[in-house]
């Protein structure tokens, strides 16, 4: 069981950039930890994840060369800053103790409430 707490988010113009934040209380040492988001017509979509330690990460290709996932073990929290944004981004993004998922939302059963992210024109 864990508790979740995404924030960060907001609405920003093209090539704007946010930093999100993922707060988390109890259950924290996971192997992974990932960013997702939602789009009303897309579904969950992986953004990034990172390994226990931050050794390693991974992006998707939409986002990879503008986004960097980072955290911070001591303060239980994960970092995701968002950089030179686009209207594709567009979403409610969502932190999870999963690799490159969760995908379907029955992957998961801690959901936080995410952080709405909004790129205008």
């Known amino acids: 069981e864990v508790q979740l707490v995404e924030s960060g988010g907001g609405s920003v113009q093209f090539g704007g950039f946010l930093r999100l934040s993922c707060v988390a209380s109890?259950?924290?040492?996971?192997?992974?930890w990932s960013w997702v988001r939602e789009a009303p017509g897309k579904g969950l979509e992986w953004v990034a994840t990172?390994?226990?330690?931050?050794?390693?990460?991974y992006y998707a290709d939409s986002v990879k060369d503008r986004f960097t996932i980072s955290k911070d073990n001591s303060k239980k929290t994960m970092y995701l800053q968002m950089n030179s944004l686009k209207s594709k981004d567009t979403g409610r993004y969502y932190c999870?103790?999963?690799?490159?998922?969760?995908?379907?939302?029955?992957?998961?059963?801690?959901w936080g409430q995410g952080t709405q992210v909004t790129v205008s024109a």
């Open positions: 999870a103790p999963r690799f490159k998922g969760p995908t379907n939302r029955a992957e998961f059963a801690d």
């Open positions: 109890g259950f924290w040492a996971s192997s992974h």
């Open positions: 990172i390994s226990k330690v931050g050794r390693e990460t």
